[in-house]
């Protein structure tokens, strides 16, 4: 699914999304086709349940959003040594 079918099913919403096909572009991941996992009128609610499912499968990509943003985009960190366990 693209953005602005997201968009249209859910205006003014938070939504979890699955990045189906994402590519890096200058410092920026860019998500071009995605799945709806879940959609929420908080977003605090949205991010304790992406933060969870990160948690569950670390090996998929999993992002919230808020539909009023024009782009699905997000600023890459360079992690630098070792991340611990929890």
């Known amino acids: 699914m693209r ?5 249209h099913l859910y205006p003014n919403d938070w939504v979890v999304i699955e990045a189906i096909q994402a590519h890096s572009d200058n410092g920026l ?3 071009e086709d995605m799945a709806i996992v879940q959609q929420f ?4 609610e949205a991010m304790k349940r992406c ?5 569950d499968r ?16 997000i600023r890459e ?6 991340r611990g366990g929890r």
Do not use: K, M
């Open 29 to 31: 991941r860019l998500v």
């Open 51 to 55: 933060n969870e499912l990160q948690r």
């Open 58 to 73: 670390p090996s998929n990509e999993f992002y919230f959003f808020h539909t009023s943003r024009q782009r699905v985009e």
């Open 3 to 7: 953005w602005d079918e997201v968009q």
């Open 41 to 44: 009128d908080d977003s605090f």
């Open 77 to 82: 960190r360079r992690w630098i040594g070792i």
